[in-house]
């Protein structure tokens, strides 16, 4: 047993997700002192619902992401990959000012793609460095309840593991070896692998969309999956758990860290990590896929199909 100067310590509140819930459920189980207050078949039940909400959203996450996979990405995929070598032949026809619908053969391939094609530049980079915003997120949550846990000082005492107080609040200030790895196995590492997951597939989804209406509104459905889980928690978790929840916290030890690491730089390297990652993405990983939409936007601006994006601008503000 490991005892700990309580000034050292402070509440890291739970989040008001099935993640949470199912160690905050888990370990009520586990104690004995809590299971006598609060009866074991409410206890219980209270475990058997979080955990099914936690499999519900990891099922239903993964076959979402399953159906994105195996249907549009890869069909939208396919054309542009299948088509890069034509594309690279694509010749821009400046001087004779040539309609898309007047190409000459060894154009006519690359040309088709231009037609449905418009997204002005540097919109993808944009949307997916919001997109891998979100998903940094979720790694931080995964990473924050994973440092939580692993610093909780270890008890073999099971009645110390939860401590529920006169109004209500639920201190989680000790916790065993075995329930320690229960919980990062059970519920950080799940979440951990669906943001990748997420990150993986969205990135593909969203920068083989061409056109950029519907860029951002592919990138809303994206959002709608990967907050699927508090949507689920929100919808069917009862009141009684989402209180014990919302009341909940983690006792763990203050951090040392340097202030300025705490202030801004942390901040400035996420920011920095999200940026450089959109970049990679578009400029390295499909970087023949980007050249062709950088050509096309060249060869439709040069044969009148389409005005340059500043211009479209001024156009719409003026008929406002």
Known sequence: VVEVDEKTRKDVALKSTPYDG???????????????????????????????????????QSILMCYLFAGPILDISRKYIGAEAKAIALKLAVDEHRSLNETIPEEAAAAEMCKGYYSPALSHLLILAIWNTKILGELRDAYERAHAIIHLPVTRDLDRIVEEQDNGTIKIGYITTRLKYACIFLVCVPQSLLAISLAFIGNYFLFFTADIGKLVFKSMSLVFIATLDELLYATYASNVIQTRVAKAAYRVKKASNWWHWNLWITSTLKLLVVCLFAYFVVYVRFKAATEFRARCMQYKIATGARQPFWEAFNEGLSQV
Not at 42 to 57: E, G, I, P, R, Y
């Open 22 to 60: 199912v160690v905050l459920s888990l370990l009520c189980v586990w104690d004995p002192s809590y299971v006598r207050e609060n009866t074991a078949a409410a206890v219980n039940l209270q475990f058997v619902s979080m955990v099914v909400l936690h499999l519900l959203n990891i099922l239903g």
